[in-house]
């Protein structure tokens, strides 16, 4: 299991500008993809706040992604 540790950010929008999908941004400049059961919301308000995550990391079509097991306020 992985840990990442970084700042929640949006990637992606829909045309009225709610936020579609979110990753972890890192120290290193890479961006995690946030994919699992965590509560949409719940993310929403860690937004742009530093997080510790567990889970497994892979990488698809060239983009780092984590299915979280659990996301948590650092």
């Known amino acids: ?18 936020i ?6 890192t120290d290193d400049e890479k961006e995690y993809l946030i994919e699992g059961p965590q509560n949409h919301i719940k993310l ?9 995550a567990n889970g497994t990391v892979r990488l698809a079509a060239k983009n780092w992604i984590i299915q979280a097991k659990s996301i948590r306020k650092k």
């Open 1 to 18: 299991m992985a840990r990442i540790k970084g700042i929640i950010i949006p990637t992606a929008w829909d045309e009225s500008g709610n």
């Open 20 to 25: 579609l999908s979110l990753a972890i941004a």
């Open 44 to 52: 929403l308000s860690l937004l742009r706040q530093e997080v510790i």
